[in-house]
């Protein structure tokens, strides 16, 4: 008994091992000279930023870490957010992006404006702020973001939609991108959010475009599977039906409205809304897609048929293994094995203890199995 009681803490010790297990450190110790003088850190969305704290919750928010570096008299002020996956992160970078930032190459993807330097990297948005910003401070924030322990494999893909926004014309920074109400509220869209479809795992990617009359905006909302885009179209085509201006509505595009509302059409309309702008959509595959803003028909059109869904079959990569999953096995391992023992413990004490137990109280009685039976001898010698 003393024995089996023993064994408790240690399975206990180590089946609390992987779950207490802290996570991993999101910002340096130093980086490029940069030497950290303080810091602190958060798991609350709303301790990162009190304002956006439910549009970070909806991007897959876990933690941040806020410190101070320090190198030759000068300072860095950076926040780091961690999110469940790199969609996540990409969703927060294009939340915070300002008009007046330029594109750089830091991480996956980086816009600068003077000091003030936004990036991410797989699942980590960094936020970064120069107190005197040199020449070198891009560089050196590259040296950051290769020391950044993110995620990899398919967690740290770019969001569907964004995939297939056009490059040509694109006004860099300008990309927008949703995944519920709180998000999409502030991508200040034509669209309501209740035909969106969030409750139906909608996504939603916008991003502006350089025409020849100003600038227009392209929206793709991403379902799941075709038949739920199609379901969502015909919403969007019930919405645009009502929004459209009565002065400009043509007898022909009330049939082309109802064409529309069948599963084999594959074809671009452009509808006059009654707040003085029109709206060119199509549906291709699982992708709605819409442009509007200060652009010619002939534009729009070329705009909404320069997305076209194309299902990407691929072979799944292996896990890289590292040296975190290593030990997770070998922990794991350990747990599995001082269960089994513990198992077989007190079977065998139940088993080997009761009989010895009734024994030692009832030493008068004898004590036999239902089944047991005599044995017929035969004396052979006689």
């Given at each position: 008994m003393?024995?089996?009681?023993?064994?408790?803490?240690?399975?206990?010790?180590l089946?609390?091992?992987?779950?207490?297990?802290?996570?991993?450190?999101?910002l340096?110790?130093?980086?490029?000279?940069?030497q950290?003088?303080?810091?602190?850190?958060?798991?609350?969305?709303?301790?990162?930023?009190a304002?956006n704290?439910?549009?970070?919750?909806?991007?897959?928010?876990?933690?941040?870490?806020?410190?101070?570096?320090?190198?030759?008299?000068?300072?860095?002020?950076?926040?780091?957010?961690?999110f469940?996956?790199?969609?996540?992160?990409?969703?927060?970078?294009?939340?915070?992006?300002?008009?007046?930032?330029?594109?750089?190459?830091?991480?996956d993807g980086?816009?600068?404006?003077?000091g003030?330097?936004?990036?991410?990297?797989?699942?980590?948005?960094?936020?970064a702020?120069?107190?005197?910003?040199?020449?070198?401070?891009?560089?050196?924030?590259?040296?950051?973001?290769?020391?950044?322990?993110?995620?990899?494999?398919?967690?740290?893909?770019?969001?569907?939609?964004?995939?297939?926004?056009?490059?040509?014309s694109?006004?860099?920074?300008?990309?927008?991108?949703?995944?519920?109400?709180?998000?999409?509220?502030?991508m200040?869209?034509?669209?309501?959010?209740?035909?969106?479809?969030f409750?139906k795992?909608?996504?939603?990617?916008?991003?502006?475009y350089?025409?020849?009359?100003?600038?227009a905006?392209?929206?793709?909302?991403?379902?799941?599977?075709?038949?739920?885009?199609?379901?969502?179209?015909?919403?969007?085509?019930?919405?645009?039906?009502?929004?459209?201006?009565?002065?400009?509505?043509?007898?022909?595009?009330?049939?082309?409205?109802?064409?529309?509302r069948?599963?084999s059409?594959?074809?671009?309309?452009?509808?006059?809304?009654?707040?003085?702008?029109?709206?060119?959509?199509?549906?291709?595959?699982?992708?709605?897609?819409?442009?509007?803003?200060?652009?010619?028909?002939?534009?729009a059109i070329?705009?909404?048929?320069?997305?076209?869904?194309?299902?990407?079959?691929?072979?799944?990569?292996?896990?890289?293994?590292?040296a975190?999953?290593?030990?997770?096995?070998?922990?794991?391992?350990?747990?599995?094995?001082?269960?089994?023992?513990?198992?077989?413990?007190?079977?065998?004490?139940?088993?080997?203890?009761?009989?010895?137990l009734?024994?030692?109280?009832?030493?008068?009685?004898e004590?036999?199995?239902?089944?047991?039976?005599?044995?017929?001898?035969?004396?052979?010698?006689d």
């Open positions: 003393r024995r089996r009681l023993q064994l408790v803490p240690l399975w206990l010790l089946a609390a091992l992987p779950a207490g297990a802290a996570a991993p450190a999101l340096p110790s130093s980086f490029s000279g940069w950290l003088t303080e810091h602190h850190t958060g798991r609350a969305a709303a301790q990162a930023d304002v704290a439910d549009a970070l919750s909806e991007f897959g928010f876990t933690d941040y870490e806020q410190a101070t570096y320090e190198r030759s008299g000068r300072k860095l002020y950076i926040k780091a957010a961690r469940s996956n790199a969609t996540g992160s990409y969703g927060a970078f294009t939340l915070f992006t300002q008009p007046d930032m330029i594109a750089e190459q830091i991480g980086a816009l600068v404006s003077n003030h330097i936004l990036f991410y990297k797989a699942d980590v948005l960094v936020d702020v120069f107190e005197k910003p040199t020449v070198m401070s891009a560089a050196e924030l590259r040296a950051l973001s290769d020391s950044l322990q993110t995620v990899s494999g398919g967690a740290a893909s770019l969001p569907e939609p964004v995939k297939y926004l056009p490059s040509q694109y006004l860099p920074g300008s990309s927008r991108y949703a995944v519920g109400p709180a998000t999409f509220s502030r200040d869209s034509i669209l309501p959010a209740s035909i969106a479809g409750d795992s909608a996504e939603v990617a916008t991003g502006d350089r025409t020849g009359n100003g600038i905006r392209l929206t793709i909302l991403s379902y799941p599977t075709p038949q739920i885009a199609m379901q969502h179209f015909r919403t969007l085509l019930d919405w645009l039906s009502a929004a459209r201006n009565p002065a400009m509505v043509q007898p022909q595009e009330n049939a082309r409205l109802e064409e529309a069948k599963p059409f594959q074809g671009t309309l452009t509808l006059p809304l009654n707040t003085g702008t029109e709206v060119t959509f199509r549906r291709s595959g699982p992708l709605v897609i819409l442009v509007s803003g200060s652009i010619s028909k002939s534009e070329s705009l909404v048929q320069s997305v076209n869904y194309d299902a990407d079959v691929r072979m799944l990569q292996p896990t890289p293994v590292t975190s999953a290593l030990s997770r096995l070998i922990v794991g391992c350990f747990v599995l094995v001082a269960m089994i023992v513990a198992v077989f413990l007190v079977l065998g004490l139940f088993v080997g203890g009761t009989p010895f009734l024994r030692r109280m009832f030493p008068n009685r004590f036999k199995h239902s089944q047991d039976i005599e044995i017929i001898k035969l004396n052979l010698r």
